[in-house]
């Protein structure tokens, strides 16, 4: 992927700095530096895979993944990749994570309530 001035498009430095180690920490390792137009949708599944083995918490395998992509749909409108991999259908993102918390129904908050002093 090499050092990719798209990175930067963001006017917030915290992302800008955010993206940048996901990249440099989570994909150049898998990834390594391919040019830009050789990435296909396997060599996305195959990092996704690896990435999985590497970090358990999907919350933070979703936000990596939504970082290379947002490169790679730089260089797609760069034209310098006819098409997105991450968007392909035989890629599939990190799962959504289900909330931990689960609010109370009206009737618990009003026994609850009720009960109190």
Do not use: Q
Not at 52 to 62: H, K, M
Not at 80 to 100: E, Q
């Amino acid at each position: 992927m090499g050092s990719d001035p798209r990175i930067g498009r963001t006017t917030d430095p915290t992302t800008h700095t955010t993206v940048g180690v996901h990249i440099r920490l989570h994909a150049f390792p898998y990834l390594g530096t391919r040019p830009i137009d050789s990435f296909r949708p396997e060599h996305i599944s195959e990092w996704l895979a690896k990435l999985e083995n590497a970090l358990p918490v999907s919350s933070y395998r979703r936000v990596i993944f939504a970082s290379v992509s947002a490169v790679l749909a730089a260089a797609v409108d760069d034209d310098l990749l006819a098409k997105n991999p991450c968007k392909s259908r035989s890629v599939r993102p990190p799962a959504p994570v289900p909330p931990r918390v689960k609010p109370w129904t009206a009737t618990r908050v009003f026994a609850v309530r009720s009960a109190l002093p």
